[in-house]
């Protein structure tokens, strides 16, 4: 099946500093790539996936990039805020629709 | 208002005990999942169904039972055979390949 392995567990940013959290995955089946937060005591919500057929998709100071041939898919967060300090985490799934997770990376955003 | 609405909120068992969280969703999804989060290990998938009548487990399903008698409901029995059942429960739903969308969840402690 599916594994995710995601890096860095933890990250500390200075405000206005930008932050990367990369995955890797192992079934080359999967074809669907989205990253979610979740902030301490809340349900995760989704804030940008991206699918098998692009490359690299923005959405404000946000980004995900993704290597299909190496299998490895990164989130991008550019001039970072107080606000950004949740977990981060990103999933890959496949046309069964189940997502596999990765462990998750708690971001810490220092003003 | 739609949504994904889980029960009980907080819940606390008797060793031996089984216990059944309620998932309800109105969102007209074929999908559900469940997860199971530890801290430090991320969503790890207990449950799934893409149709009523059918499931499938997840990479974390002994111990655990569920059904899917209605399009809108998919509740999760934690048996008595879960060594390990505190944890904090979240259910989600999605209408095919693609973003979740997660109930505020459940929290499990085993006294």
């Known amino acids: 099946?599916?594994?995710?392995?995601?890096?860095?567990?933890?990250?500390?940013v200075q405000e206005g500093d930008s932050a990367v959290i990369k995955c890797t995955y192992s079934d080359s089946a999967s074809n669907?790539?989205?990253?979610?937060?979740?902030?301490?005591?809340?349900?995760?919500q989704l804030i940008i996936d991206i699918r098998s057929n692009v490359g690299e998709k923005k959405d404000q100071r946000i980004a995900v990039t993704l290597n299909k041939t190496a299998k490895h898919?990164?989130?991008?967060?550019?001039?970072?805020q107080p606000e950004d300090s949740a977990v981060y985490f990103c999933a890959a799934g496949g046309s069964?629709?189940?997502?596999?997770?990765?462990?998750?990376?708690?971001?810490?955003?220092?003003p | 208002d739609g949504g994904i609405t889980q029960s009980?909120?907080?819940?606390?068992?008797?060793?031996?005990?089984?216990?059944?969280?309620?998932?309800?969703?109105?969102?007209n999804h074929d999908a559900m999942y469940w997860y199971r989060q530890d801290p430090g290990q991320g969503l790890?998938?207990?449950?799934?169904?893409?149709?009523v009548n059918d499931f499938q487990k997840g990479d974390i399903a002994e111990g655990y039972s569920v059904s899917r008698e209605k399009k809108e409901?998919?509740?999760?029995?934690?048996?008595?055979?879960?060594?390990?059942?505190?944890?904090?429960?979240?259910?989600?739903s999605s209408s095919g390949p693609g973003e979740l969308f997660f109930g505020e969840g459940s929290r499990l402690t085993v006294l």
Request: proline share 6%; net charge positive; charged share 20%.
């Open chain 1, 1 to 12: 099946g599916e594994n995710v392995e995601q890096h860095p567990s933890t990250l500390s």
């Open chain 1, 32 to 44: 669907y790539f989205p990253w979610y937060k979740q902030e301490l005591g809340k349900r995760p």
């Open chain 1, 73 to 80: 898919f990164s989130l991008h967060i550019t001039e970072t």
């Open chain 1, 96 to 110: 069964q629709g189940n997502l596999i997770f990765g462990k998750g990376t708690k971001l810490s955003v220092k």
């Open chain 2, 8 to 27: 009980p909120k907080y819940l606390f068992r008797k060793e031996g005990q089984n216990v059944t969280l309620s998932c309800e969703q109105n969102l």
């Open chain 2, 44 to 51: 790890r998938l207990i449950y799934y169904s893409q149709i």
């Open chain 2, 73 to 92: 409901s998919f509740p999760l029995t934690v048996t008595s055979a879960q060594k390990n059942p505190t944890a904090f429960y979240l259910c989600a």
